[in-house]
């Protein structure tokens, strides 16, 4: 399938960039011309580097924690040195467990609430100022959840994090309007990756005797559409947010989730 070239010479970082969602959202802006930086906190980011590369496309790869300061500001700066000053950041690097109430543990509220918001808000601070500097209408892209809309059984402290990306998302569109930057989220329901995996799992042990599979199927078929959605419905969404034809979209938060939450 051939796409429009919207982003040619346009450089992008996608966050959670090394599997699922953040993966398929690098390859649609390379298809679409843009160089990439696909960033995780893994060396398997490297390897989707690779593959993006295998593919025809300009992507290069950065191992990086998005809860370190330090490392976020020297994300940006080797992107700026090896690909040029970023144009769009779509923030996507996320973490889940599911626990019920009691068993849940400060430590993984910590780091839930470290990687999905305090990362947001890094990346999202250090990419507007280097767009700022470069006199850039860049975009920024929050990954949010469906559990923004709602918060779902043993996951609370999931489900805060994703509220708070909603809240980050509103005010810093609000302070950035006047400069062209916009700021957008967007909470992905039921897709088909390695995450869903887990959650089919975990949530299957403590909902009841479920069977692999079984959860996530008797889940999809109260969704609308019937079916789980791809990386690749995400990837669309994303591309048009970031493209020129969304210019005047900002603060808004788009479900994209074959209809679950009609919000």
Not at 77 to 105: R, Y
Not at 166 to 186: C, D, H, M
């Amino acid at each position: 399938m051939a796409f429009q070239q919207r982003f040619e010479n346009k450089v992008v970082v996608v966050t959670g960039g090394s599997r699922g969602i953040g993966l398929g959202i690098a390859r649609r802006f390379g298809e679409e011309g843009a160089k990439v930086c696909v960033s995780a906190n893994e060396k398997a980011v490297h390897d989707a580097a690779a593959q993006l590369r295998d593919s025809g496309f300009d992507a290069i790869a950065i191992e990086t924690d998005v809860t370190n300061k330090e490392q976020v500001v020297a994300l940006y700066e080797e992107v700026a040195a090896k690909l040029g000053e970023v144009d769009v950041s779509v923030q996507n690097a996320g973490v889940i467990t599911i626990a019920k109430l009691e068993d849940l543990t400060e430590q993984e509220w910590d780091k839930v609430l470290a990687v999905n918001t305090k990362g947001v808000f890094l990346c999202c601070q250090e990419a507007a100022k280097r767009m700022l500097r470069a006199g850039k209408a860049g975009r920024l892209i929050n990954t949010a959840s469906g559990q923004a809309r709602q918060g779902f059984v043993y996951t609370p402290h999931y489900a805060a994090s994703k509220f708070g990306v909603l809240g980050i998302t509103q005010s810093l569109a609000k302070e950035l309007a006047p400069t062209g930057i916009t700021v957008n989220a967007f909470c992905p329901g039921i897709i088909t990756t390695d995450m869903w995996s887990y959650n089919d799992e975990a949530w299957g042990k403590l909902l009841g005797d479920y069977k692999p599979g079984e959860l996530m199927a008797e889940w999809v078929e109260n969704i609308p559409m019937k079916r789980a959605g791809s990386d690749k419905d995400v990837a669309s969404l994303v591309a048009f947010l970031a493209s020129d034809d969304a210019a005047y979209i900002t603060g808004q938060t788009v479900n994209v989730d074959g209809g679950m939450f009609m919000s």
